[in-house]
């Protein structure tokens, strides 16, 4: 029974269970229904819960979001099973159908009823803000200068695992938090950084806010409770990423990155940071930045280019552009003033733009536009370390637009700006420093050639904030002095200068009470001083007259100047100067390029002088006898440029007793400087132990050398030695003159007699100061380095950055072997010049030690082979190779007998009976920061081997010339081509032998080359060349390679070509979409060109050509510039300028489908061409009423065109808005200027002749042209 029971049981039970799918099947479509209705209602309350997390900024996790998907999906399959159920229950449903549906919606209840049944640890997350926006929707706009900038900081980032942080600076307003913006921007898209986060200090730095601006970017909140609790979290939080950059914007002062909680260095390799200030001693100094950036104002070009992009088509309009040009210029270069500008006149009439123009050039601080940069500026003065260091800003703003070193070293001496300093020495050190801590807070700017320079706007916001401290009175150089001031104003005033203004007189009397520094420099030596000019004035300190006629003595109310403490009498015309004796207060004397006959004794009494300057007094015949020694105070003396007729008279003077004036400079026992020229060297003072105390001089003995102004304030070299000893070489031996040489740091040496040698002949210490050494026409020096056998010391030159030798006709070496070990360890500069003995230049062992070579210089040295010598026997153990790691520049010139650098660079040359092949660059030279190369007329075959890598020396080269190589067959194959990819500039001229300028691999050697079997990838030709010579080549027929791909020559701007005779054509069809940014054409003396564009196989696509200015002259094959008509293929909208001369054979300059589109034309000049009209009639199915309109053209000029029968010979209608030059000049065939409506509204006159002096108008263009045809010549015109 129970068999029988288990069986009926395990039958019965499945049975059961599927035919209750059956019974519940109405039972399970109510459930199903009941389900979606609960669903639905639970993804209806997830969805509000999921729009409450957007709303506060959160992202959905991905569970939630596959959730609604999953929800979403099974309710629609429900939803669709139901109502498939609704439309198929007609009539009786079979058991198995009923069946198969009662088990699907019962599928369907459970997979509803698992989705609503799931949880979640949460919904949301709060992500990382993204701080960085996209150019657009910040106003970015590209400029040359920041995007170079820009991709140097990106390069460093990228490559150097060795800078953990990088330093911006830069003015106010100068755009350095754009910078840094576009940089993060960058970084992040580009992926370079995984995460790329951005805060503000500010000059009241918040630590807490520092903070919480980087964990705002991170999407960190802090839990923690006290401030080094929160900094360690985000110090955490920073570490758990594997690239992060930190950008800290606008920083001031101190700030700890350990406070904030910010790891760098070894404590986070990831993290790397950027600081921006306006200080670079912020950087330096207080977060020790190795690499930083300085960010300099915008270029002219820059500041209109910003400007058009931010004005958009405000400035587009004709009538404001040139106020708007004239306000960019304006702008000083500041991004932040001109985005203020566009922004407040982007809408506004033409006044608006006249009256912000005249706000800007008066510096109009009240106005509106200057109100942030002079708020940015004053913070920058606020923010300065010193008081010290903002008297001297100040001081800056209230002299104008000229700053001279010597003349702010007296201001700050004489008004005691400079605390504890008590020599001149110290005080010059104090001004360098003052000025070098203005420059790197960039209130001045960098400038190499004038130290001291700042933009007009912060000279006149120093000026604003000086002039409420102390007033000053200053009119610009070379302005004139209209009126003075009132006189309640200079009561008041402390500060007067007028600096080489036109003056027309001056007061009887200048009533200054407060007055401290008066700067009164007239042009013209007519200005006189009425002798009680000074009574009013006896508060100052510093007195510098310039110009001023003072004869027949000074003005008498002089003596009254008590505090008188620098006295300038620059340039002035003088007689009797006795009166300064009794300004026994005055420390600092001037009489530079006065003229002067006498210094009077009186001058004697000035015991505390301590500086006298009697250079370029080109009159001065007697300075008293014990004048000099009694001057006991004298820290510096200048005489330089002393005349000749002054030495004479001295020498007879002094004829009695044999004692020269100049042996008192040994009682000066305080002097530290001494400058000064001795032409004749026989009255230069003997053993002058006292030349040991000098710390600078520059002192010139014998003739033919020239002490330039700019010499005079050089301060790069402080001791400075120049002899010519053509009479006398005995001084040589003088013990005086030996301790000037060994301490020099610049030694010229000229037609030296006797000396074989510099080291160890002139000194046997090896020169260890020197830092530059000129030597020139000394005919007996064979070498610079003597034996070392001579030598003291195991160094020689181990201080000297530059050599210059010239004209050495017995001159064989530098150096022998061996050179002692630091020699010329820091040499920098090598030039030679007209050395016909020397072979070469350096030893092969010398190489090694010339490591910071920057330039080399070898010209006219008719029996030179090698630059480099051959490796001698004992160093056959050397490495071959030929490195000079840091040389940039290396020019070689008029070298007829040179073979190569070196002889261990030539090559064998199989096909020429084991010949060695000229060529100067193979794998043995290594020249990885060669940036110029210049060669001229030199014999080389070839400039360098195919086969040479990019590393040795074609990297960094950026400039290239060769010139008068006549030997050469070839500039380029393809291979050496394609790696000079940072060349810029290309000069190449003279070269007979030249055809093409590029050619194959396979054609460049006497032997065949197999050609590889597999293709080899094509790659740019010069993509970063920007300018191309090219002149003189007779035989050159191709300039272009056959085929190039779309980057090549992509940068390239001026192109230029001289007297090119076998030249065909310029620019054929397959080159014209490279050259994107080619802007000027110059194509002179060319005999055979016929065309310069070729359009054949120009494609469908409309190309647009960015040439703005065209140049052509003597061209007498020239028949058109389109070999045929580009039919709008081709356009030319930037084309401004157009000019030809001596193009017999061009028949006209513009096809009509061109002229259509000269939308930029400003110059069009045509003279002594065969042209019959300037645009040629379509001959395509344009309509002949079509009007053109020339909307910037400006200028016409038509000069001896005997051909020209007009402008245009179809009937077109023109429109000429601005012609306002018109130039008609023996055009006997020009009929009429066009044949449509013409219109030139503000055209008034046509020239007749080239000078336009000669002009004609009557009531129109057509008009006066046909009158003149019709009178049949215009000579005959300009008779009657």
């Known amino acids: 029974m129970d068999l029988i029971a288990s069986v009926a049981s395990n039958v019965a039970l499945p049975f059961i269970r599927q035919f209750t799918y059956v019974l519940m099947y109405n039972s399970y479509l109510i459930e199903l229904e009941t389900e979606i209705q609960k669903l639905q209602r639970e993804e209806k309350e997830m969805r509000h819960t999921v729009e409450a997390a957007k709303r506060n900024g959160e992202e959905i996790e991905d569970t939630v979001r596959d959730w609604f998907f999953r929800a979403q999906a099974a309710i629609e399959k429900a939803e669709a099973f139901l109502r498939g159920e609704d439309e198929g229950r007609v009539g009786c449903m079979d058991v198995y159908s009923k069946y198969t549906k ?13 989705i609503k049944q799931e949880k979640f640890d949460r919904i949301s997350y709060r992500c990382a803000l993204k701080c960085n926006f996209s150019p657009s929707a910040r106003g970015y706009v590209e400029l040359e200068s920041r995007t170079t900038m820009l991709n140097e900081i990106l390069q460093v980032l990228k490559e150097d695992s060795s800078v953990h942080m990088i330093g911006l600076y830069g003015m106010a307003g100068v755009g350095k938090t754009a910078l840094v913006k576009e940089l993060a921007w960058k970084a992040e898209k580009d992926g370079l950084f995984d995460v790329v986060v951005m805060a503000t200090v500010t000059n009241s730095p918040d630590v807490r806010t520092i903070r919480s601006e980087i964990a705002d970017g991170l999407g960190l909140k802090f839990d923690e409770l006290t401030e080094v609790g929160r900094a360690s979290r985000l110090r955490q939080r920073i570490r758990q990423e594997i690239k992060i950059l930190v950008i800290l914007d606008d920083i001031w002062g101190k700030l700890s990155l350990t406070e904030v909680g910010i790891p760098f260095g070894d404590d986070q390799e990831g993290c790397k940071v950027i600081v921006t200030s306006r200080d670079l001693n912020v950087l330096t100094t207080n977060f020790g930045v190795k690499k930083v950036y300085r960010l300099e104002v915008l270029s002219e070009d820059e500041s209109w280019n910003l400007f058009e992009k931010r004005g958009e088509n405000a400035v587009k309009d004709l009538s404001i552009q040139p106020v708007a040009m004239k306000v960019a210029k304006n702008c000083a270069g500041l991004p932040l003033l001109i985005v203020n500008l566009v922004e407040a006149l982007k809408n506004k009439d033409l006044y608006a733009w006249k009256d ?31 008081q010290e260091l903002k008297t001297f800003f100040l001081l800056l703003g209230s002299m104008g637009n000229g700053y001279n070193k010597k003349d702010l070293l007296v201001y700050g001496w004489c008004l005691g700006l400079h605390k504890h300093v008590d020599t001149l020495a110290d005080g010059r050190n104090r001004l360098h420093k003052l000025i070098d801590n203005l420059r790197d807070a960039c209130l001045l700017l960098e400038d190499e050639k004038d130290p001291v320079v700042a933009l007009d706007v912060v000279r006149n916001v120093a000026a604003s904030i000086g002039s409420k401290v102390k007033p000053f009175f200053t009119v610009e150089k070379n302005a004139t002095l209209k009126e003075w001031p009132r006189k309640e104003f200079l009561k008041n005033c402390h500060h007067i200068f007028l600096d080489w203004c036109l003056i027309n007189e001056l007061p009887e009397r200048l009533e200054c009470p407060n007055l401290k520094i008066l700067k009164l420099n007239s042009q013209g030596n007519h200005l006189k001083i009425h002798d009680n000019f000074f009574d009013q004035t006896k508060e100052l300190k510093v007195l510098s007259l310039g110009g001023v006629n003072c004869t027949p003595s000074l003005p008498s109310s002089l003596a009254l100047l008590t505090n008188l403490q620098a006295l300038s009498l620059y340039q002035c015309i003088l007689e009797d100067i006795a009166i300064v004796g009794e300004i026994t207060s005055l420390e600092i004397l001037n009489i530079e390029k006065s003229e002067l006959r006498v210094i009077p004794p009186e001058i004697e009494h000035l015991t505390n002088l301590r500086l006298l300057d009697l250079s370029d007094c080109s009159t001065l015949e007697i300075v008293p006898r014990n004048l000099l020694s009694s001057l006991t105070s004298l820290e510096e003396l200048y005489m330089w440029d002393s005349n000749i007729q002054w030495e004479v008279k001295v020498k007879e003077i002094e004829s009695q007793n044999n004692t020269s004036i100049l042996s008192e400079l040994k009682n000066l026992h305080q002097l530290s400087t001494l400058n000064m020229h001795i032409n004749d060297a026989t009255i230069f003072p003997r053993d002058m132990l006292s030349f040991g105390r000098l710390e600078s001089y520059k002192i010139l003995i014998g003739d033919g050398w020239k002490f330039s102004e700019e010499e005079s304030v050089n301060d790069k070299s402080s001791r400075v030695l120049k002899l010519n000893l053509r009479m006398d070489s005995r001084i040589l031996m003088d013990y005086g003159v030996k301790m000037l040489m060994t301490r020099a740091e610049d030694l010229y040496l000229a037609e030296l007699k006797g000396v074989k040698e510099v080291l160890y002949e002139l000194n046997d210490e090896g020169f260890s100061q020197l830092k530059h050494l000129n030597i020139k026409t000394c005919d007996e020096m064979e070498s610079i380095i003597g034996p070392t056998i001579w030598s003291v010391h195991d160094h020689a030159f181990p201080n000297l950055e530059s050599l210059i030798i010239q004209n050495m006709m017995k001159l064989e070496r530098i150096c022998s072997d061996p050179l002692p070990a630091e020699a010329f360890a820091k040499l920098q500069v090598i030039k030679v010049k007209n050395c016909d003995l020397m072979e070469s230049v350096f030893l092969h062992s010398m190489v090694q030690h010339l490591t910071e070579l920057v330039e080399i210089e070898i010209s006219e040295c008719r029996y030179m082979n090698y630059i480099i010598a051959k490796k001698i026997q004992e160093n056959e153990g050397e490495d071959d190779k030929i490195a000079l790691p840091k040389l940039r520049s290396l020019t070689l010139e008029s070298l007829p007998s040179l073979v190569s650098l070196s002889p261990e660079s030539c090559n064998k040359d199989s096909e020429n009976n084991n010949d060695f092949s000229s060529q100067l660059l193979n794998d043995k030279v290594e020249f990885p920061s060669l940036e110029t190369l210049k060669l001229y007329s030199i014999n080389v075959q070839r400039i360098w081997d195919d086969k040479l890598s990019a590393n040795s020396c074609f990297q960094n080269l950026t400039n290239l010339t060769v010139d008068g190589c006549e030997s050469l067959k070839h500039l380029f194959s393809f291979s050496v081509a394609e790696k000079l990819v940072k060349l810029q500039h290309l000069l190449i001229s003279s070269c007979k032998l030249v055809d093409k300028i590029f050619v194959r691999e396979e054609t460049t050697h006497h032997h065949l080359h197999i050609r590889k079997s597999h293709p080899v990838e094509m790659v740019p030709i010069f993509p970063n060349l920007e300018t191309l010579v090219i002149s003189h080549m007779d035989n050159l027929k191709s300039i272009w390679p056959n085929q190039l791909i779309q980057t090549s020559f992509c940068k390239l701007k001026k192109l230029e070509i001289i007297s090119c005779d076998q030249l065909l054509s310029v620019f054929p069809s397959h080159v ?21 564009y070729e359009v054949n196989g120009i494609s469908e696509e409309e190309l647009e050509i960015p040439l703005r200015n065209l140049s052509l002259g003597h061209l007498p094959n020239l028949k058109y510039l389109w070999n045929k008509d580009p039919q709008g293929k081709i356009k030319f909208q930037n084309l401004s300028m157009v000019k030809a001369t001596k193009c017999e054979s061009l028949n006209h300059v513009f096809p009509f489908s061109v002229a259509k589109d000269l939308l930029q034309l400003q110059v069009l000049e045509i003279s002594d061409c065969g042209v019959e009209e300037i645009i040629a009639k379509d001959q395509g199915e344009v309509e002949e009423d079509l009007g053109l309109v020339f909307s910037r053209l400006v200028t016409l000029k038509f000069l001896n065109l005997q051909e020209l029968r007009c402008f245009c010979s179809g009937n077109h209608n023109f429109r000429f808005p601005l012609l306002n030059k018109l130039y008609v000049v023996e055009c006997p065939a020009m009929e009429t200027f066009s044949h449509g409506i013409l219109r030139a509204s503000i055209l008034r006159r046509i020239c007749l002749n080239e000078n336009g002096d000669q002009c004609y108008l009557e009531a129109d263009l057509n008009t006066t042209i046909r009158n003149i045809f019709n009178r049949g010549s215009q000579g005959r015109l300009l008779v009657s």
């Open 356 to 386: 912000a123009l005249e706000q800007l050039t008066n510096f109009d601080f009240d106005g509106c536009f200057y109100s942030k940069v002079h708020s940015a500026i004053e913070l920058s003065y606020d923010s300065l370390e010193s």
């Open 1072 to 1092: 014209l979409n490279k050259l994107q940014n080619i802007e000027s054409l110059n194509l002179w003396h060319c005999l055979a060109v016929k065309v310069i």
């Open 102 to 114: 009662s088990q699907s919606a019962k599928t369907l209840v459970d997979l509803l009823c698992e």
